[in-house]
Nanobody, 130 residues
Framework: QVELVESGGGSVQPGGTLRISCTTA????????MGWFRQAPGKEREGVAA???????????YYADSVKGRFTISRDNAKNTVHLDMASLEPEDTATYYC????????????????????WGQGTQVTVSS
């Protein structure tokens, strides 16, 4: 059974930085697609960032327009872990951030290798406030 454990959420002032991480267990191979969604109160869940495998080969990254230039996603294949480094945080970034894997990104990233299991973490809260 695949397990996802998120860490690193918390409160930060506007303009601050924060790193959130997602460590996976229970799967012997690297995931094709790893990344993050977020959901703020009263808003729909949105894809924030992903690092994903291309067809037939290669890798790329996705960022929502609202976070481009501020957030950086990275992965550690040896540990099957994905990180999201967030800088210049804004109050609008306040949300619960969910780690997600593979088919969770199928709609957001069509024509990629985001297939297979649809895995989600429990979420970690990020609050940006002065």
């Amino acid at each position: 059974q695949v397990e996802l454990v998120e860490s690193g959420g918390g409160s930060v002032q506007p303009g601050g930085t924060l790193r959130i991480s997602c460590t996976t267990a229970g799967y012997p191979y690297n995931f094709n697609c790893m990344g993050w969604f977020r959901q703020a109160p009263g808003k729909e869940r949105e894809g924030v960032a992903a690092i994903y495998s291309l067809i037939p080969s290669g890798e790329s990254t996705y960022y929502a327009d609202s976070v481009k230039g501020r957030f950086t996603i990275s992965r550690d294949n040896a540990k099957n872990t994905v990180h999201l480094d967030m800088a210049s945080l804004e109050p609008e970034d306040t949300a619960t951030y969910y780690c997600a894997l593979d088919a969770a990104f199928a709609r957001l990233l069509p024509n990629t290798k985001c297939w297979g299991g649809n895995y989600w973490g429990q979420g970690t809260q990020v609050t940006v406030s002065s």
